[in-house]
């Protein structure tokens, strides 16, 4: 886990009984520094998102909203490596043909973007924003041909969208989100894409900030 990680899912990580060995994401490589320890240690590596199973459990979530809800005109997924809105994208190609799907990063950390609009995977240094959990650089093998084929646009939002998204669930809602978690809200929000009129399905992806960072950013 990097070194900036929320100090609350580095504890609940060691809660649950794991070992946690952090790094320095703007200096060392977490792919790297897995594949290193699970050979030294006899260990499965099981990526984050770059799976057929994990982006297949994934798309678990679009799957139930659009059960329960019924078919969407438009769908907005947290975009960081591509796992959670390549799932969510072969849900709604499944369940919802008609609905446009709209990945959304971080301004700083717009390489699903640049490499949606250019048709090959783009590397991008490590991005600085407050979406901790999207700060990935590059999208992966497996998500990018997904995400090119099924989804209608890669968008972007600012931190200040985030805050003000976050404040908008903590205040309206009465549930704690993490910036990564409202990047799909904030753009629907600030009509990042023309949602009037529409029925649009949003994927809130987390509530791992650390209370005291929550309240600086939502009551700042």
């Known amino acids: ?12 990580t060691k809660g649950y009984g794991a070992t946690v060995v952090t790094y320095d994401r703007y200096t060392e490589d977490r792919e790297a520094i897995g594949r290193t ?45 591509g796992g959670l809105l390549a799932g969510s994208a072969l849900s709604a190609a499944a369940l919802a043909p008609g609905c446009e799907v709209y990945g959304v990063e971080p301004e700083a950390g717009n390489d699903g973007q640049q490499s949606f609009r250019s048709g090959k995977i783009v590397t991008i240094p490590v991005p600085r924003s407050i979406a901790d959990g999207a700060l990935t650089t590059f999208l992966g093998a497996h998500t990018f041909p997904v995400i090119r084929a099924l989804v209608q646009d890669v968008v972007t939002v600012s931190d200040p969208q985030l805050i003000e ?28 894409v023309p949602v009037a009129g529409k029925r649009v399905g949003v994927i809130l992806s987390g509530g791992n900030v650390d209370l005291r960072a929550f309240a600086g950013f939502v009551g700042g």
């Open 37 to 81: 320890f699970a050979e030294e240690h006899g260990l499965t590596l099981i990526p984050p998102y770059d799976h057929p199973d994990v982006i297949a459990g994934q798309g678990t979530a679009v799957k139930e909203l659009i059960e329960e809800v019924g078919p969407l005109d438009m769908l907005f997924v947290c975009l960081g490596g």
């Open 165 to 192: 998204a976050m404040r908008f669930f903590a205040e309206r809602m009465k549930i704690v989100v993490e910036p990564t978690g409202c990047l799909a809200a904030a753009a629907a929000f600030n009509a990042v």
């Open 1 to 12: 886990m990097p070194l900036d990680a929320p100090a609350m899912k580095v504890a609940a």
